[in-house]
């Protein structure tokens, strides 16, 4: 059981450069938000594997590179204006 606190609890993702040549990422996480994904993940698809689970609750996963993508992109930047036409068409739907 987590009994950690928020500042506590950790998501960590670990590649080698060995790793990366075997398509192989290497996560661990104490964080029950992250570990409810990560779960969910697995049972949709393959290429994930827990190979371990703490006595605190974290848990060590292996996961082929093929099987996830991980992407790292800035925040959409969106003006107000362009905020407000974007709400139009539901409003009329919303009547």
Same mark, same amino acid.
């Given at each position: 059981?987590?009994?950690? /606190?928020?500042?506590?609890?950790?998501?960590?993702?670990?590649?080698?450069?060995? +790793?990366? *040549?075997?398509?192989?990422?290497? *996560?661990? /996480? +104490? +964080?029950?938000?992250?570990?409810?994904?990560?779960?969910?993940?697995?049972?949709? /698809?393959?290429? *994930?594997?827990?190979?371990? !689970?703490?006595?605190?609750?974290?848990?060590?996963?292996? !996961?082929?590179?093929?099987? !996830?993508?991980?992407?790292?992109?800035?925040?959409?930047? !969106?003006? +107000?204006?362009?905020?407000?036409?974007?709400?139009?068409?539901?409003?009329?739907?919303?009547?």
């Amino acid at each position: 059981m987590n009994n950690l /606190s928020r500042s506590e609890q950790e998501t960590h993702f670990n590649q080698t450069a060995e +790793d990366r *040549i075997n398509g192989i990422l290497h *996560i661990y /996480s +104490d +964080d029950p938000a992250w570990l409810k994904k990560i779960d969910a993940l697995a049972q949709k /698809s393959g290429g *994930i594997e827990c190979v371990g !689970v703490e006595s605190h609750g974290g848990k060590h996963y292996r !996961v082929e590179t093929s099987a !996830v993508t991980l992407s790292l992109r800035p925040k959409r930047k !969106v003006s +107000d204006a362009t905020r407000e036409r974007m709400r139009e068409p539901r409003k009329r739907q919303l009547g």
